[in-house]
Every structure is written in C-alpha cells, then in structure tokens.
C-alpha cells in the first residue's frame, strides 16, 4: 500500500500530525487518545497498514 493512501485515510479518520522522527511519522488520534508510527517509506506494507490502524483505534483500511 501506498504511504499517502495510508496516511490520507488515516487524517480522514480524525487523526492528527504530531511529529516527525528520524525515519518515522507519528500520528494521534484524540478520540482514543492512542498513537502510531507509520514508516517514511513509499510503500507500506498490508500488515504494518492494519497494525498502525489497530494501533490509533480505527477501522482497517480495505485495499
């Protein structure tokens, strides 16, 4: 998957930019008070996709 589809669908869900790190983004999301890295690469894997959106409370992106 897509970096950019992942990270669109994530702020679509309500989550929000904190920071950047050394060669990750993390992302919060203030309803479930959870956050997530999701990786600076082009491509992202499915698993990894379903595990960032596990991890910030929302529902799985459908491929």
Not at 44 to 51: E, G, I
């Amino acid at each position: 998957m897509r970096r950019i589809k992942l990270i669109k669908y994530i702020v679509s869900e309500g989550c929000i930019f904190v920071r950047e790190g050394a060669k990750h983004s993390v992302y919060f999301n203030p309803l479930t008070r959870r956050s997530s890295t999701i990786p600076r690469h082009k491509e992202v894997d499915n698993f990894l996709a379903r595990k960032i959106c596990r991890d910030l409370g929302i529902a799985e992106i459908k491929k």
